[in-house]
């Protein structure tokens, strides 16, 4: 039998409603005799609304050396990591790279950047690239360059690019102990400056930076209010030499309701998971349209490596998005 909480809040998603920050908090401190029908009600809302299945690829288009002390980030130039770092790649580089993504079946490709922001100098080389890759593919093509100006969001609507993918990372509650180099109201101006020149916006953050369960509902209402087009899931995959090196993995059973938990408080957004999923949930990847998403990022991530390009094709192929 359907628990009666649950039961409500998705005849309401159904129809078309929302659910309250408070009411998501409910369905959070659900205990884990309900998770699986937590699942199976988030897969009807992503049903229901129409989210079609999708994947995305970045490329580490400059490594390292950060500025920034996210305390999750092998690029950060706080930690002693081993991370490797390298420049801006040549233009060259970055469109052959969205080219063999395109080639392997990505809808998205997205140029990702270490640093706070980008130079004049370097937004024009990025520029150039979304202009050579607009003219030779169908991608969706998304940068994300660390916190933009009005210009350089200009300049990038202009070449071209789809989306902008700028992460909050997790909750403005739990954000002092994650990063204090910027302020939360400077991401969050971002993403604004992102939508007021007429670009998408993907953002969502790491699961697992030990917050709450409330602070993930905060996030996901945080992201909701900002209307945000994707969210991006991530489970930490501790880096050594970073302050969060020795934390625990995230259970897939968390992992998995937390998913949930975001496509049920996000019901018309595009939901993608991405780094640390392998590690996560191993097996249990299969299950990820189950809680909800509908998107997968495929190929690498920035300073680890994804799943084998071939395994995750022939698991999309074999239906996993039903």
């Given at each position: 039998m359907q628990h009666?909480?649950?039961?409500?809040?998705?005849?309401?998603?159904?129809?078309?409603?929302?659910?309250?920050?408070?009411?998501?908090?409910?369905?959070?401190?659900?205990?884990?005799?309900?998770?699986?029908?937590?699942?199976?009600?988030?897969?009807?809302?992503?049903?229901?609304?129409?989210?079609?299945?999708?994947?995305?690829?970045?490329?580490?288009?400059?490594?390292?050396?950060?500025?920034?002390?996210?305390?999750?980030?092998?690029?950060?130039?706080?930690?002693?990591?081993g991370s490797p770092t390298h420049p801006l790649l040549p233009l060259e580089e970055l469109v052959a790279r969205g080219l063999a993504m395109h080639a392997a079946g990505a809808?998205?490709?997205?140029?990702?950047?270490?640093?706070?922001r980008l130079s004049d100098d370097e937004t024009d080389r990025v520029c150039a690239c979304v202009r050579e890759l607009r003219t030779r593919t169908d991608l969706c093509l998304s940068a994300s360059l660390g916190l933009l100006s009005p210009e350089h969001a200009r300049r990038l609507a202009e070449a071209g690019l789809t989306r902008y993918h700028h992460n909050l990372e997790t909750a403005r509650s739990h954000f002092p102990a994650i990063c204090t180099t910027h302020e939360y109201d400077q991401d969050i101006e971002t993403i604004l400056l992102a939508?007021?020149?007429?670009?998408?916006?993907?953002?969502?953050?790491?699961?697992?930076?030990?917050?709450?369960?409330?602070?993930?509902?905060?996030?996901a209402a945080t992201l909701r209010e900002l209307g945000v087009d994707t969210v991006p899931l991530n489970f930490l995959n501790p880096i050594p030499g970073t302050p969060l090196g020795d934390m625990e993995l995230l259970t897939p059973h968390d992992?998995?309701?937390?998913?949930?938990?975001?496509?049920?408080?996000?019901?018309?957004?595009?939901?993608?998971?991405?780094?640390?999923?392998?590690?996560?949930?191993?097996?249990?990847?299969?299950?990820?349209?189950?809680?909800?998403?509908?998107?997968?990022?495929?190929?690498n991530y920035l300073t680890t490596m994804g799943r084998d390009l071939a395994a995750d094709l022939r698991m999309l192929e074999q239906g996993a998005w039903i």
């Open positions: 009666p909480l649950i039961q409500h809040l998705l005849d309401r998603l159904l129809a078309g409603g929302n659910l309250t920050e408070d009411e998501g908090r409910a369905l959070a401190a659900l205990g884990p005799g309900q998770t699986t029908a937590l699942l199976f009600a988030a897969h009807a809302v992503m049903k229901h609304r129409g989210r079609t299945p999708f994947t995305c690829s970045i490329t580490n288009a400059k490594s390292g050396t950060c500025s920034q002390d996210c305390a999750f980030c092998a690029q950060s130039g706080h930690y002693a990591t809808r998205c490709y997205s140029l990702v950047t270490s640093g706070l939508k007021e020149h007429g670009l998408q916006v993907c953002s969502g953050g790491i699961l697992g930076l030990g917050e709450s369960w409330e602070q993930r509902i905060e996030l992992a998995l309701k937390s998913v949930a938990l975001f496509r049920l408080m996000l019901p018309g957004a595009d939901i993608t998971v991405a780094g640390g999923r392998e590690k996560v949930l191993g097996d249990y990847q299969s299950w990820l349209p189950l809680a909800g998403a509908n998107g997968m990022m495929i190929g």
